[in-house]
């Protein structure tokens, strides 16, 4: 397959970059990591952008629409890419194709992705993991924990009025009144505020809790009302959630009891990072709902903010239906690629050096790994991991 930049030019010039978008191939996965409209920024950069065929399908992309951005479809894109892009982390068999030397940027959860760890390092590929880039204010537009959780949070608040068969907004009709819908949303971090955010739109009454102490404030701006448990707030290193201790989560179930006993739908999203998701709410809790009650689980696959709830599945506690989630953001392919594109485009803007010796278009791609997002967002590098915390894990004391 031919790349724009590979037609008969009379002067030798300098290799053009080459980004690579692969095709995800984990099951339910639905995202890509670059979408067409996104093409023309990194061309533009200097790179030529070449995407394995079918990548956008699932996200209802055409490969005509890569094609039309500027892009260049071709099966073996990753093989002698400079830098390869995706959602989910490469599998090995696609690590092995790369050449040393070669960048590949995705989620990378590397507590749970650790075999991955090991192929990206032993084939020498400099792996950069999403969720570690430092959540700075330089890094908010790169920041696709939060663009994914804003994805999530909205498909939270949707499903739950989906499932429930009663309206979310109050009627007031020549028929008679009808009361809207009482929503319980629990942590309010980004997803949990956009759930709220959305229920609120939706016209629910909205009452949510979180135990960071800035979270009271940030519930009230979005029009709901903030639980108050008379407990002491709980807040961790950067602003995040600490874990909590046994008998305080004894004591903040015990509390929240009689709220989640008076709504009709309850969102969990609670999560404390390098964790489990806490348990916040019993089945015994959720038996005390009333009938045809929803809860929506958003942190069901990380362990569960929900006794008994199943990532992926409708399970039956009580009166109610308790929805797992299960990789949400993918429910929403089209704007969670758009969001994510959007992340990865900044982040590479962020490793490309313009000037002398750059490649035609002004930029060539140099990661600056005294820049700290650069160099907390590796994982591995040159044949070495780079992330503390996995390379002990997996290597030992040092
Ligand atoms: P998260 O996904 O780690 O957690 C979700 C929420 O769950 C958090 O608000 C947390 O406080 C809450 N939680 C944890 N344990 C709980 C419990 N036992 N009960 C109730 N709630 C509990 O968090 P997140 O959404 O990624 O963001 C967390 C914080 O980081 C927020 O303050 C957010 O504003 C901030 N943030 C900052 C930036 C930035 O500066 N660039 C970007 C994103 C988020």
Not at 48 to 53: G, L
Request: glycine share 10%; aromatic share 4%.
């Amino acid at each position: 397959m031919t790349s724009p930049s590979s037609g008969a030019g009379i002067c030798p010039r300098l290799r053009r970059v080459k980004i690579a978008v692969a095709r995800e191939t984990r099951d339910g996965e639905s995202r890509v990591a670059l979408v067409p409209e996104l093409v023309g920024k990194l061309t533009a950069l200097g790179y030529d952008v070449a995407v394995e065929p079918g990548a956008g399908l699932h996200a209802l992309i055409a490969d005509e629409e890569y094609a039309g951005a500027g892009a260049v479809l071709d099966a073996d894109a990753v093989v002698d890419a400079d830098v390869v892009v995706s959602v989910q982390p490469l599998e090995a068999a696609t690590i092995r194709r790369l050449r040393r030397g070669a960048s590949a940027i995705s989620f990378l959860p590397t507590a749970t992705e650790q075999p991955t760890v090991v192929e990206l390092r032993d084939a020498g590929v400099t792996a950069h993991a999403v969720e570690l880039i430092p959540r700075i204010s330089r890094a908010q537009s790169m920041d696709a924990l939060s663009s994914q959780a804003l994805v999530s949070g909205y498909r939270c608040a949707i499903v739950a009025a989906g499932m429930l068969r009663r309206f979310f907004p109050l009627n007031m009709t020549a028929a008679g009144t009808v009361q809207a819908a009482e929503v319980v949303v629990l942590g309010a971090g980004v997803a949990g505020l956009q759930a709220i955010a959305t229920s609120k739109r939706l016209g629910a009454i909205v009452r949510a809790y979180d135990v960071r102490a800035a979270a009271a404030e940030e519930i009230r701006s979005m029009g709901a009302k903030s639980i108050d448990l008379d407990l002491d707030t709980l807040e961790g290193a950067g602003g995040y959630a600490r874990e909590m201790t046994e008998d305080r989560a004894a004591r903040q179930r015990e509390l929240l009891t009689p709220f989640i006993a008076a709504a009709d739908a309850l969102i969990t999203t609670a999560a404390v990072p390098g964790r489990q998701a806490p348990m916040l709410v019993t089945a015994a809790m959720v038996e005390q709902m009333k009938p045809g009650s929803v809860v929506v689980d958003l942190a069901a696959e990380t362990g569960g903010n929900v006794e008994g709830s199943v990532a992926g599945e409708v399970v039956r506690i009580g009166n109610a239906q308790v929805w797992g989630g299960r990789n949400v953001p993918s429910q929403m392919p089209g704007p969670a690629s758009k969001l994510y594109a959007q992340n990865v485009v900044n982040l590479v803007t962020l490793m490309t050096a313009t000037g002398e010796g750059s490649a035609e278009g002004g930029g060539t791609f140099a990661p600056d790994f005294d820049d700290e997002i650069v160099a907390g967002s590796c994982v591995t590098h040159d044949g070495a991991i780079r992330h503390e915390p996995t390379r002990a894990a997996l290597e030992g004391a040092s």
